[in-house]
């Protein structure tokens, strides 16, 4: 079974700052794909970004960008300019593909790293 | 508009009633899943459902729970006799191909008294 760890229960940054939330995870496939999912406030669960297990290229969106290293099967996310609306849980989550159904299979969630962002 | 709404946000039982959550509208989705986030906790997973079917159910989906599709388009869990540690966030998702994950309606909070 897979295990996805997020080391950090809580953080805080100052606007404009940079922050870094961990996340490593175990597992014996080679073929899988991560996530990060902020929870604001009003619970939602919200995509920030994904990762493919096969693409060695970082993703990057606008300000979100992660550092995936596969061999050490860490997935960490790296906020820029971090802004007052970037408050909130921070989940990391692996996927392992469902054969033949080319579609999602279940996530395994990390417990969240709660993140501030203060002026 | 939310590709994924969930009825009711917020409910309230007495331990041992039954409850049923519901995903809706949906059309023409065929992979449907559920999850629980116990307040504070991580989200864990319960069950999916492809196809009018389960396709896989973890360890904390017992005979309690039970899901179904009834008119071809809302998705309902149902919980059949409410315990106090069924409280928690409940969200319901719809799989959108391996690498673009799901997406997450807004949830339901259920309390049980």
């Known amino acids: 079974a897979q295990t996805v760890t997020q080391s950090q229960p809580e953080m805080s940054v100052q606007e404009a700052e940079t922050v870094t939330l961990s996340c490593t995870y175990d597992t014996s496939e080679n073929n899988y794909y991560l996530f990060w999912y902020k929870q604001p406030p009003s619970r939602q669960m919200i995509l920030v970004i994904r990762q493919e297990a096969y693409k060695q290229q970082n993703a990057t969106e606008n300000r979100f960008s992660v550092n995936f290293q596969k061999a050490a099967k860490s997935f960490s996310l790296k906020i820029s300019d971090s802004q007052l609306g970037d408050t909130a849980m921070y989940f990391c989550a692996f996927m392992k593909p469902t054969p033949n159904t080319g579609t999602a299979s279940k996530l395994t969630f990390g417990t969240g790293t709660r993140l501030q962002v203060t002026l | 508009e939310p590709e994924v709404t969930q009825t009711p946000s917020h409910q309230v039982t007495q331990m041992g009633q039954e409850v049923i959550l519901r995903c809706v509208p949906i059309?023409?989705?065929?992979?449907f899943y559920w999850y629980r986030q116990i307040l504070g906790q991580k989200v864990e997973f319960l069950v999916s459902?492809?196809?009018?079917?389960?396709?896989?159910k973890s360890e904390i989906f017992d005979d309690q729970f039970s899901v179904e599709r009834p008119d071809g388009s809302n998705f309902t869990l149902k919980i059949r006799s409410t315990k106090l540690e069924d409280s928690a966030m409940y969200f319901c998702?719809?799989?959108?191909?391996?690498?673009?994950?799901?997406?997450f309606g807004s949830g339901t909070r259920l309390t049980v008294v």
């Open positions: 459902f492809y196809n009018n079917e389960i396709s896989e």
């Open positions: 059309s023409n989705h065929l992979y």
């Open positions: 998702a719809r799989g959108r191909g391996y690498s673009l994950g799901y997406t």
